[in-house]
């Protein structure tokens, strides 16, 4: 299994991104999506989950403005971020849960800035 994370970039105050993970070797059907974010000098945080039965959270500071979703049946994950401020400057990771197994991505940066 192998996650490939794309969509990061350069956007202002309030634009709006799209992150996609791909996964290889297997489909979101038999795992759980998470996406997590780690900003310079601070430790990786949970952002958002997604688990099989379709259930999804998200951490406060994102809520309202951060959407995750999945296609069981194919092999992208997507988390859709508006609003964007600041402070959701970070490389975005994407994960793949499955029991005691998580395999990760290399990351996707973004950047919040005028």
């Known amino acids: 299994v192998q996650l490939v994370e794309s969509g990061g970039g350069l956007v202002q105050p309030g634009g709006s991104l799209t992150l996609f993970c791909e996964l290889t070797?297997?489909?979101?059907?038999?795992?759980?999506l998470k996406w997590f974010r780690q900003a310079p000098g601070k430790e990786r945080e949970l952002v958002s989950s997604?688990?099989?039965?379709?259930?999804?959270d998200y951490a406060d500071s994102v809520k309202g403005r951060f959407s995750i979703s999945k296609d069981r049946f194919t092999s992208t994950g997507k988390l859709q971020m508006d609003s964007l401020k600041p402070e959701d400057t970070a490389t975005y990771y994407c994960s793949a849960v499955r029991g005691s197994r998580t395999f990760w991505g290399q990351g996707t940066q973004v950047t919040v800035s005028p």
């Open positions: 070797g297997s489909s979101f059907s038999a795992y759980n």
């Open positions: 997604l688990d099989l039965v379709g259930s999804s």
